[in-house]
């Protein structure tokens, strides 16, 4: 079965600083997608950035990139020009070619200090 | 368009009783998740929906629980003999279609709360 860790629980960022968050998955599967997904306080999950695992360039939007390591497994998040509303909970997934299901990391907060 | 919707927002319920959590996904959207959230055990998966096909139930934790798609719309998950260790938020999704990488896009969710 697919597992995906977020060992960070909490972390913090200066506003206008780059924070990295971290994520290991473990797959056997070759064809897979990766995401970042946001929750806010308001709970509603909005989706961050995607990853196909197929393709070597690492994702980026605007201020948000991923360092995709895919034979360390590893997808981590980075946020520059840390903004207040950053400030939320941030969850990995990871969703198998064959599989519908995304299977989550536990989060981490990340808190953006003025 | 409006995006996907739940209801109620919250929900608080005695141990026991039965309880209906609705989801309604984006027009045109096939597939429909469920999902819980707890303290302690992140995000978990609970069941899904693809068109006509038949679910896929393999996250449900007991058969207390079950969920039905209408007209390939609208969702219920009901949750029988209400349990303490139910209390959650439960969060709904859809995307267009259940394959390769598409998003899913996430409804508020239910909080409900079990005393």
């Known amino acids: 079965a697919q597992t995906v860790t977020q060992s960070q629980p909490e972390m913090s960022v200066q506003e206008a600083e780059t924070v990295t968050l971290s994520c290991t998955y473990d797959?056997?599967?070759?064809?897979?997608?990766l995401f970042w997904y946001k929750q806010p306080p308001s709970r509603q999950m909005i989706l961050v950035i995607r990853?196909?695992?197929?393709?070597?360039q690492n994702a980026t939007e605007n201020r948000f990139s991923v360092n995709f390591q895919k034979a360390a497994k590893s997808f981590s998040l980075k946020i520059s020009d840390s903004q207040l509303g950053d400030a939320a909970m941030y969850f990995c997934?990871?969703?198998?070619?064959?599989?519908?299901?995304?299977?989550f990391g536990k989060g981490i907060t990340l808190s953006v200090r003025p | 368009g409006a995006g996907v919707s739940q209801s109620p927002s919250n929900k608080v319920t005695e141990k026991g009783k039965d309880v209906e959590l609705r989801c309604d996904p984006i027009?045109?959207?096939?597939?429909l998740y469920w999902y819980r959230q707890s303290l302690g055990q992140g995000l978990e998966f609970l069941i899904y929906?693809?068109?006509?096909?038949?679910?896929?139930k393999s996250g449900l934790p007991s058969d207390r629980f079950s969920a039905e798609r209408t007209g390939g719309s609208v969702s219920t998950l009901t949750i029988q003999r209400t349990q303490q260790e139910d209390s959650a938020v439960y969060l709904c999704?859809?995307?267009?279609?259940?394959?390769?990488?598409?998003?899913?896009?996430f409804g508020p969710g239910t909080r409900l709360t079990v005393l």
């Open positions: 990853q196909e695992a197929y393709k070597q």
């Open positions: 929906f693809q068109g006509n096909s038949a679910p896929d």
């Open positions: 999704a859809s995307n267009l279609l259940a394959g390769d990488g598409y998003e899913q896009f």
């Open positions: 027009s045109g959207h096939t597939a």
């Open positions: 997934a990871y969703k198998g070619g064959a599989n519908s299901k995304l299977t």
């Open positions: 797959t056997s599967e070759s064809d897979y997608y």
